[in-house]
């Protein structure tokens, strides 16, 4: 059973661009959850979406965005990126309430 | 607010001995609770988890304990190996009290070495 997919991998943007993520998740998995690590402040949870349905946020601006479609991948946008976008994003899909959340390998992005 | 605490950065155990990471956390509406294994450029692999019905789930060499008392977790790999050698994470969320949140919150990590 294929793993949970991200694209692309590495992602090198500047200032004020925007960028959007996209997330694969296990066959059958219906909650995808995105989330931003960075030395300093570790492993953030973004967002979730369950149904194309978005279930909870975090504590993030709202420059970030997230979407879901009905066959259950995800894409999350950064609108106007800043410096401190530089990170590497994770996303994780589970089939619902209580279940596993299996991450991808992540998406990196390097903001100049 | 660190609600999930690794406290230790780092922690060097010797090949076939065993290795005790601990986590604690703080919120009281968490009620699973899982180890994560991350090597650099990948993303997290799941090891094992427990629900605070539970204070101990065993899977092979991996075992964790839950004290929700002391509000403390901690995974015990025996015996190590080399291949063991990566940053752990533990995380925490309330899943069954809110709603079907599936928000995990992580600790900082504790990067292990399995010294040969």
């Known amino acids: 059973k294929a793993g949970v997919t991200q694209t692309p991998r590495y992602l090198i943007k500047t200032r004020g661009q925007q960028v959007t993520l996209s997330c694969s998740p296990i066959s059958g998995h219906r909650s995808v959850s995105w989330y931003q690590q960075t030395p300093g402040q570790g492993l953030q949870f973004l967002f979730e979406?369950?149904?194309?349905?978005?279930?909870n946020k975090g504590n993030f601006p709202g420059r970030f965005s997230g979407r879901q479609f009905s066959n259950s991948r995800s894409e999350m946008n950064v609108s106007t990126l800043e410096l401190g976008d530089s990170a590497l994003y994770l996303c994780?899909?589970?089939?619902?309430?209580?279940?596993?959340?299996?991450f991808g390998p992540g998406t990196r992005l390097l903001v100049l | 607010d660190q609600q999930v605490k690794q406290n230790s950065p780092s922690l060097s155990v010797q090949e076939g001995r065993i290795s005790i990471l601990n986590c604690d956390y703080t919120?009281?509406?968490?009620?699973?609770f899982l180890w994560y294994k991350k090597y650099p450029a990948e993303g997290p692999t799941f090891l094992i988890s427990?629900?605070?019905?539970?204070d101990k789930n065993e899977d092979g060499r991996f075992t964790v304990f839950l004290n929700k008392s002391a509000k403390h977790l901690s995974l015990h790999i025996v015996p190590s190996q080399p291949g063991d050698s990566a940053v752990y994470f533990c995380a925490a969320s309330a899943v069954f009290r809110s709603q079907g949140a599936q928000k995990l919150v992580f600790g900082q990590g504790t990067r292990l070495t399995i010294n040969p």
């Open positions: 994780a899909s589970s089939r619902g309430r209580g279940e596993t959340q299996y």
């Open positions: 427990i629900s605070s019905i539970k």
């Open positions: 919120n009281s509406m968490f009620d699973y």
């Open positions: 979406y369950f149904s194309e349905t978005q279930r």
